[in-house]
């Protein structure tokens, strides 16, 4: 069975940095693009970070870094200089881009992790 579990979420000042963490089970993240997608109240998922296969990154944000531990099967979202405007729920996501794009009905997702910029 496919699972994602991410952790790591929290309350964060604005300039702060956060880490969260993914771990994945019942699949090889070596095997899978994984990305990094939030939803903030009353707004639509949003796409944040995608690791490929092969190694390379893209990112919505150069603030935001992507990356795999293929050791841990896991993969990790590094945040700095949080702002309020990235308070969100922050999905772990077995999919490229389009996956998070298309909605919780494709790919695989995690439950979320709350994150929250607020002095």
């Known amino acids: 069975e496919v699972q994602l579990v991410e952790s790591g979420g929290g309350l964060v000042q604005p300039g702060g940095s956060l880490t969260l963490s993914c771990a994945a089970s019942?699949?090889?993240?070596?095997?899978?693009?994984m990305s990094w997608g939030r939803q903030a109240p009353g707004k639509v998922i949003e796409w944040v970070a995608t690791f490929l296969i092969w190694g390379g990154t893209e990112t919505a944000d150069s603030r935001f870094t992507i990356t795999r531990d293929n050791i841990r099967n896991m993969v990790y979202l590094q945040m700095s200089d949080l702002r309020p405007e990235d308070t969100a729920v922050y999905y772990c996501?077995?999919?490229?881009?389009?996956?998070?794009?298309?909605?919780?009905?494709?790919?695989?997702w995690g439950q979320g992790s709350q994150v929250t910029v607020s002095s």
């Open positions: 996501v077995r999919g490229t881009w389009d996956v998070v794009r298309a909605g919780k009905k494709f790919g695989s």
């Open positions: 019942g699949f090889n993240v070596t095997h899978s693009v």
